[in-house]
């Protein structure tokens, strides 16, 4: 059996930590000495340096209690979902530091927006007349019926416009929730990943605004990704939110 101090030189983890780490039942030492100190078995070594591998790549000590009640197929998803948020966070700091480094004062006004977690979008169809911004009631009226059903929304509403026939309008209005709540009836629902996107604010006439993103992120060595979005924005009624999801080239 090893010490407090022995086991944490093994395993490269402070004693501090090992004791915080027993308060949160996440290590347990095996057992006591005779004058009532931890006691550690060699076969935990392994174990919690798989515990310190996990904090030091940014898992939260709730998912990693987690992750350790699960059985594999369980823990194989987890894993996956892990990955994927990595990933999101890679290519966020890539596209940072690029964005930092080919930033002047000439550059368009473009920005990121990062969805740090999974999240779903539901989509509802909708029609309109031809105006500027057509679906902005029905994005008002969706929000509110999702409100009133207890719905959190995450974020304003967006828009697709899928055909134009003789001055009406069709398309979808949809909004961001968690990814842990239900599908409202009468929505479709549209997975989304921890993304990254680039943002340029809109106006009505401004017809070559997805040619700007496209340029910048071509310039970063980045390409937009298949996921587009348009969201309404509060406030003004003529102008929106453009979003491109990153991707790397």
């Known amino acids: 059996m090893l010490s407090i101090s022995q086991f944490s ?3 490269g983890i402070s004693a501090s930590a090992l004791r ?15 004058n009532g100190y931890r006691a550690y078995s060699p076969k935990q070594v392994a174990e919690a340096r798989f515990l310190g591998s996990l904090r030091a790549a940014g898992i939260p000590l709730r998912a990693i209690r987690d992750f350790l009640r699960k059985d594999v197929r369980a823990r194989e ?23 930092l480094s080919g930033l002047t004062p ?17 989509w509802f169809p909708a029609s309109a007349d031809e ?9 008002a009226s969706r929000k509110r019926a999702l409100q009133q059903r207890g719905v959190p929304v995450l974020t304003g509403g967006y828009v697709r416009t899928l055909d134009s026939q003789d001055g009406t309008l069709s398309g979808e209005v949809g909004f961001r929730i968690k990814a842990s709540r239900r599908t409202p009836a009468g929505a479709r629902r549209q997975e989304v990943p921890p993304t990254l996107f680039a943002t340029l604010e809109c106006g009505l006439r401004d017809d070559v605004a997805a040619h700007r993103v496209f340029r910048f992120l071509d ?26 999801a990153v991707q790397r080239r």
Do not use: I
């Open 20 to 34: 915080f780490y027993e308060r949160k039942g996440l290590l347990v030492p095996a057992g006591r000495q005779e």
């Open 77 to 99: 998803a987890m894993l996956s979902s892990w990955r994927q948020e990595m990933a999101a966070r890679l290519l966020s700091l890539q596209v940072a530091n690029q964005y």
């Open 106 to 122: 000439e550059r368009p006004p473009l920005h990121l927006e990062h969805w740090n977690e999974p999240s779903v979008l539901v």
């Open 9 to 11: 030189e093994r395993c």
């Open 219 to 244: 310039e970063l060595g980045f390409r937009p990704g298949s996921l587009h979005l348009e969201r309404y924005l509060p406030g003004t009624p003529d102008r929106y939110l453009l979003m491109l």
């Open 131 to 139: 105006a500027p911004l057509p679906f902005r009631a029905e994005v």
